[in-house]
């Protein structure tokens, strides 16, 4: 946490965004900001297919989720993890962060489903709770997984 708040001091960008490192609490900065930004193109789709294209919640969940998946999925190579080339291919690997992007939108169709249709929660507020719920198994699942190997890791 140090190492970020010298760098947020110096308001290094560079170190803050771009530059390797092993540290834990900047990796996950990392990666709630790319959530962030992937989080933004997610609601954004949902909230237009849903109140202007007027396709039912669930249905636009899905598509929002796509949308979501590829752009976290880009941003998290370019900016939190570095998958080692020579190990795992960037076919395999987005197999593999799909496969537990499915798992998260499984969660999140749950939560909308019992908040929206059964709770009669706004459903905008449903995708809220979902994804601070997915937000800790993305993490948790992609690094466990897919970048279990120290060497995989932006250092």
Known sequence: MKEFFELLKKFDLKGIFITP????????????????????????????????FHIYHMVSTIIAFIAGLITNFLLSKLIVFKANEARVNAAMEFVSY??????????????????????????????????????????????????????????
Request: charged share 15%.
């Open 98 to 155: 799909t496969v537990i992007g499915v798992i998260g939108l499984v969660i999140t169709e749950i939560i909308m489903f019992l908040f929206t249709n059964c709770w009669s929660l706004y459903y905008m507020l449903s995708k809220v709770i979902a994804t601070i719920i997915v937000l800790v198994w993305n993490y948790t699942a992609r690094k466990l997984i897919i970048y279990k190997n120290d060497n995989d890791i932006v250092k």
């Open 21 to 52: 490192t092993k540290n834990g609490f900047l990796q996950f900065f990392r990666y709630v900001f790319v959530g962030g930004i992937a989080t933004v193109v997610d609601w954004g789709v949902l909230f237009l297919s849903t109140d202007f």
